[in-house]
């Protein structure tokens, strides 16, 4: 059993040593201490939801959007299915040396249900690579719209859960901009977004608050909590979606009256389908 309270009880050292979580002889990096923290604090969430997918179904299958170094999926394999006869974790992730790294790795430790796939988001919606049915997506700070087309997969594949941790959206702070002088003279509230800083942070929040109305015009039911230890806070917000098969009554209504009050209907296509 490992001296360092950070470290868990069956846990890869040889994987913290790779991810650069421990330092060669064994201590804890203070650099990605930090890191470390942050994924536990997600895992934290996940875990119950793994728990219940699996009771299920145990080959159940996360993907993981915007994966980046996988430290989220390579946590995910090593605390919780690695322990387990099922259960599949898929990294989607465009770049290419990332992608082999993961790979590498994956093998170098045995974790043989890890898959790392060189796409993007976006083009993995119709990938025949993937499965049709996919029960958990993450995307942790998945840049820009990238956030927008996981939750289309997690759609299109009818996923129990999505957790999202989005990261900062500057496509509707843009249209936001664009339309600046007609929503003067449409609406008072345009003076919520009247400063550049405002427009960004108004276009981030409205951003989530859009994706939480689309989630819950397909039936979903979402829980936004702060994701806590980071340092950034317009990227700390935590989206928790799990199907419910009822469709809140006037979510798709109030997704359009504020597309439309917004001036935003240019992203109609992005938030309504
Ligand atoms: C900020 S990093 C986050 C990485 C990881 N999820 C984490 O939190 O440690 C975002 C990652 O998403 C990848 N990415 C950005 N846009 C993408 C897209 N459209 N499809 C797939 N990957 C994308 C980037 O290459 C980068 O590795």
Redesign the pocket.
Known sequence: MSLIPEIKPNQSIELLKALHILTRDGKLNQDTRR?LKQVYHLYHFIEPLLEEVMAENEHAVLV?????????GFILYDLFMKQRAGGQVIG????AE?VEKSRELAQQLGFERMQFLH????D?IQSKVLPEKVDIVT????????TD?AIRFGLEKEAQFMVL?P?CQAEVAEVLRRHKNESFGKTPLSEIWRHPIHTREFGSQITNVLRCLQLEAHGYQVTVTELVGWEHSMKNELIIARYKNSPRKNAQLRLEQILHELNLEDLRSRFVY
């Open positions: 890191k993981d959007h915007g994966a980046g170094k996988s430290y989220l989607i992730e465009t770049r990332l796409l993007s988001v976006e993995s995307a942790l700070h998945a840049c820009n719209t990238a087309d941790v990261c």
